[in-house]
């Protein structure tokens, strides 16, 4: 996506987060909020990825903010570099699609993770991943919401400057 496609994106998240009846703020939330923390654009987040496959039947258990288990396929592996330090994620194959969840080592994100949907891989099993478009669990507004817990292996050393930052109704 192009910068302005991500800042048209995120007006409508906002919008949806303030009047939606189906945000996961609830309405003393609503009523302060304004808009969503964001990191500018960073273009040099935006990746084309040829991830090294796992097995079809290499699974991970992956826990919950309220103590389930879900069985995640681990699709496969990518590495790539950040601020000069190479690093690497995996991403899982769940039964809504593609999904790259991560915790990076800034402390102006959710420490519990953000996340990321890929779309399926092109004919050459690439990805296209633009961490522009992380974003945060709805645990991260409310204990409602019951959301995977970012497994071990994709814990990050170093922070990803782009996405979602921390939540907080005073968002300007």
């Not at 192009?2 to 949806?16: G, M, Y």
């Not at 796992?54 to 879900?70: E, G, M, P, Y």
């Not at 004919?123 to 991260?140: E, H, L, M, R, S």
């Given at each position: 996506?192009?910068?302005?496609?991500?800042?048209?994106?995120?007006?409508?998240?906002?919008?949806?987060?303030?009047?939606?009846?189906?945000?996961?703020?609830?309405?003393?939330q609503k009523s302060a909020f304004t808009s969503l923390n964001y990191f500018d654009?960073?273009?040099?987040?935006v990746l084309e990825v040829l991830p090294e496959r796992?097995?079809?039947?290499?699974?991970?258990?992956?826990?919950?903010?309220?103590?389930?288990?879900?069985n995640y396929q681990r699709y496969g592996r990518f590495t790539f570099v950040v601020d000069g330090q190479p690093v690497a994620l995996t991403i899982y194959k769940t039964p809504h699609g593609y999904f790259l969840p991560f915790v990076d080592a800034s402390d102006e994100t959710y420490p519990a993770g953000r996340y990321?949907?890929?779309a399926e891989p092109g004919?050459?099993?690439?990805?296209?991943?633009?961490?522009?478009?992380?974003?945060?669990?709805?645990?991260?507004y409310s204990d409602r919401y019951d959301c995977p817990i970012t497994p071990q292996e994709n814990r990050l050393t170093v922070p990803i400057h782009a996405g979602e930052k921390l939540f907080s109704v005073e968002s300007d």
């Open positions: 996506m192009t910068a302005e496609q991500i800042a048209q994106s995120r007006r409508k998240k906002d919008q949806f987060f303030k009047a939606s009846a189906q945000s996961p703020l609830d309405d003393v654009f960073n273009p040099e987040l796992f097995s079809d039947d290499d699974t991970a258990q992956v826990i919950t903010t309220q103590n389930t288990i879900r990321l949907d890929l004919a050459d099993g690439i990805f296209d991943v633009d961490f522009n478009q992380a974003y945060n669990p709805y645990c991260a």
